[in-house]
Each structure stands twice: as structure tokens, then as C-alpha cells.
């Protein structure tokens, strides 16, 4: 059943803008990330991660694909995570 065939009406991201607060505020260091690459598991801290003036590219350990990338520009911060499949943080950590 699909949330149209049960009559759930959509709400916009702002609906969940507690949960991602908890999720974003937390360490992330410690959160796991799946690589879309190989599969591999690793908590964020322990990836790679090669900075750069405007930013990091974070690259896992295990065959080196690009997992996450984070750009800093004048505007604001940017995080890219094509090269992720999952971030899981644990209920500790929230």
C-alpha cells in the first residue's frame, strides 16, 4: 500500500525538521557510513579524508571510492553524498 492508497496527505521536510536536528547536532565522527563502492562499513572517523582550502573529500578505506564530500563557500556548508549508501547513527548518539 502506498502512502496515496492510504490517504496519507504529504508534508514538506519541515515536518521532520526535529529529527534531523537530533540526527545533524550529534557526532558524526562516530555515526557508521556505508560505501556505495564496496559495501564497506566504517564509522565516518576512521574513513580517509583529504582537505583542501574550500573543503574535505572523504574516501573509504577499503577501495577508495569518493564517500562524502564537504564544501565550505561563502554561502553556506555543502555535503555531497552520492559515494554513501546509508549513515547510520546509533540511539546513543542522539
Do not use: K
Amino acid at each position: 500500500m502506498t502512502d496515496r492508497q492510504s490517504g496519507a496527505l504529504p508534508l514538506d521536510g519541515n515536518a521532520e525538521g526535529g529529527l534531523l536536528r537530533e540526527l545533524f547536532a550529534s557526532d558524526v565522527t562516530a555515526a557508521e557510513v556505508t560505501c556505495d563502492g564496496c559495501g564497506a562499513v566504517a564509522a565516518v572517523g576512521a574513513i580517509r579524508v583529504y582537505g583542501a582550502a574550500m573543503g574535505a573529500v572523504f574516501r573509504c578505506a577499503h577501495c577508495d571510492t569518493v564517500v562524502m564530500c564537504l564544501t565550505q563557500t561563502p554561502a553556506g556548508l555543502f555535503l555531497d553524498m552520492r559515494g554513501a549508501r546509508r549513515l547510520f547513527v546509533a540511539s546513543s548518539e542522539l
